[in-house]
Nanobody
Framework: QVQLVESGGGLVQPGGSLRLACAAS????????LGWYRQAPGKQRELVAR???????AYVDSEKDRFTISRDIAKNTVYLQMNNLKPEDTAVYYC?????????WGQGTQVTVSS
């Protein structure tokens, strides 16, 4: 089964930027879509951004001006560029893939926005 491994999280000051990466162990073109979710302490996991096999992107309304999802097909990797980060962006960020076999999740990467 294809596995997803996230990286790029860390501690950043408010207003800073981070780029998260989600590397798949197989071709990302086999997935209907790949997405980034986040889960803050005490809150439900929520969708942040998604990209389809055809390259169509979608964002949660509150983040579409600060976050950008992209992919590198040759590297089987999906990215989430996050700019102007705010303390409320603090969460564990998870990569998600939808395939004919079902839903696959990565292990998550912690993003902490704090001064």
């Amino acid at each position: 089964q294809v596995q997803l491994v996230e990286s790029g999280g860390g501690l950043v000051q408010p207003g800073g930027s981070l780029r998260l990466a989600c590397a798949a162990s197989g071709s990302i073109l086999t997935f209907y879509s790949l997405g980034w979710y986040r889960q803050a302490p005490g809150k439900q996991r929520e969708l942040v951004a998604r990209i389809t096999t055809g390259g169509t992107t979608a964002y949660v309304d509150s983040e579409k001006d600060r976050f950008t999802i992209s992919r590198d097909i040759a590297k089987n990797t999906v990215y989430l560029q996050m700019n102007n980060l705010k303390p409320e962006d603090t969460a564990v960020y998870y990569c998600n893939a939808n395939s004919i076999s079902g839903v696959i999740w990565g292990q998550g990467t912690q993003v902490t926005v704090s001064s």
